[in-house]
């Protein structure tokens, strides 16, 4: 069984959000680590945000909190996934095996595409 989860975002969306709730809105949707890598490069955290946003819809989770997905890169530039909490045990009962992401953006927007393998 494959599990997908696609998300498409405005980069304009998270700059406005982070212009209006600075580090509150960081806190809340990214990781420390997230945090610490990208703060500064707004394409980045919004392919981010839609990365967890496709990890969510694959994984089939409601309530499942954004920082509970983490998405940093490989030294090679390849993103990976680290599920936490509530995302970590709803993979676990799908048995997924693996979840591989893609991100991309342009100008104007962050795409990003996740793709579940279960056992």
Excluded: C, W
């Excluded at 676990?92 to 104007?108: M, V």
Aim: proline share 3%; net charge positive.
């Amino acid at each position: 069984m494959q599990l997908i989860g696609i998300d498409i975002i405005e980069i304009a969306r998270i700059k406005r959000a982070i212009t209006r709730h600075g580090e509150n809105f960081l806190k809340r949707v990214y990781t420390e680590p997230e945090i610490e890598l990208y703060r500064t490069k707004p394409a980045s955290l919004a392919a981010r945000f839609a990365g967890k946003e496709a990890v969510i819809k694959a994984l089939q989770t409601k309530g499942a909190s954004l920082r509970e997905i983490e998405i940093l890169s490989e030294p090679d530039g390849r993103p990976q996934v680290k599920l936490h909490s509530k995302a970590k045990r709803q993979a676990a009962d799908l048995g997924l095996a693996r979840l591989a992401i893609s991100l991309s953006h342009s100008r104007k927007y962050a795409i990003a595409f996740a793709i579940g393998e279960a056992k």
